[in-house]
């Protein structure tokens, strides 16, 4: 039972994790410049994906936790 939230957790934190914008990143290593790499604050859909992801990669690490300290059955 523990491995179906397992399984769960991991696609839907592949699925948070591919949503996040991609381009914050790499503006350094694609020649941009000091200023296009400004700090923005994340509002409204973008800030539900960045706190789901959080949340999703917490789960992710206390299931395999769980799953690591019980003894199989």
């Excluded at 914050?24 to 973008?46: I, V």
Aim: without cysteine.
């Amino acid at each position: 039972m523990l491995s179906i939230f397992h399984i769960i957790i991991s696609i839907v934190l592949i699925v948070l994790i591919l949503l996040q914008d991609r381009s914050t990143g790499t503006s350094g290593l694609l020649g941009g410049t000091a200023a296009d790499s400004s700090y923005q604050t994340r509002r409204g859909f973008e800030r539900f994906i960045f706190i789901g992801t959080i949340v999703a990669t917490v789960l992710f690490a206390a299931i395999a936790l769980i799953g690591i300290t019980t003894p199989k059955v």
